[in-house]
T-cell receptor, first 112, second 109 residues
Framework: DTAVSQTPKYLVTQMGNDKSIKCEQN?????MYWYKQDSKKFLKIMFS???????INETVPNRFSPKSPDKAHLNLHINSLELGDSAVYFC???????????FGQGTRLTVV | RKEVEQDPGPFNVPEGATVAFNCTYS??????FFWYRQDCRKEPKLLMS???SGNEDGRFTAQLNRASQYISLLIRDSKLSDSATYLC??????????FGDGTTLTVKP
């Protein structure tokens, strides 16, 4: 069973479109995250949720909106996609904030 | 200054070599520390946590120096399969992990 699963694995879309990435964890963790890894491979945190509550929101354009319907799910919706949004987006979860994080396989987003 | 800094490398070493990576952090209130490994086109995976007393897992040894604000990872008897990017991670607020930019290691036959 996959511990942290995100879909889709690959996403190619045109500029201006709106898209969503879904993430689910079956580890019973309280904290979930979204990270962005750019073409230079730098991994940056975007959002962190604890028990469905947003606790970290880094400097991310408000075109990015996370939604956590329950503590096992954290989805990422992106409006008006831009070329610079092309990256790999990783979902992760941990027991609590600051403990070992388990990552999903990543969603490779390409905006054309 | 970046919150977490690593030497990006690349480190190119022969099989059997010993290699060490360092990572420095700027926030003295940082609470927990980890090394992750990321293979090409894969997700990061925890390699080991780093404890104040230092800890060892097989060929891997991690150490923390709070006074100088750095952590280190030592890999002994390098294997081809150790080739990857090693990411230093520092937590200074509950829920916020800062990743270093990674150090790339290539182990050659």
């Amino acid at each position: 069973d996959t511990a942290v699963s995100q879909t889709p694995k690959y996403l190619v879309t045109q500029m201006g479109n709106d898209k969503s990435i879904k993430c689910e964890q079956n580890l019973g963790h309280d904290t979930m995250y979204w990270y962005k890894q750019d073409s230079k491979k730098f991994l940056k945190i975007m959002f962190s949720y604890n028990n469905k509550e947003l606790i970290i929101n880094e400097t991310v354009p408000n075109r990015f909106s996370p939604k956590s319907p329950d503590k096992a799910h954290l989805n990422l919706h992106i409006n008006s996609l831009e070329l610079g949004d092309s990256a790999v987006y990783f979902c992760a979860s941990s027991m609590t904030g600051g403990t070992e994080a388990f990552f999903g396989q990543g969603t490779r987003l390409t905006v054309v | 200054r970046k919150e977490v800094e690593q030497d990006p490398g690349p480190f190119n070493v022969p099989e059997g070599a010993t290699v060490a990576f360092n990572c420095t952090y700027s926030n003295s209130a940082s609470q927990s520390f980890f090394w992750y490994r990321q293979d090409c086109r894969k997700e990061p995976k925890l390699l080991m946590s780093v404890y104040s007393s230092g800890n060892e897992d097989g060929r891997f040894t991690a150490q923390l120096n709070r006074a100088s604000q750095y952590i280190s990872l030592l890999i002994r008897d390098s294997k081809l399969s150790d080739s990857a990017t090693y990411l230093c991670v520092v937590n200074h607020n509950a829920g916020k992990s800062t990743f270093g930019d990674g150090t790339t290691l290539t182990v050659k036959p």
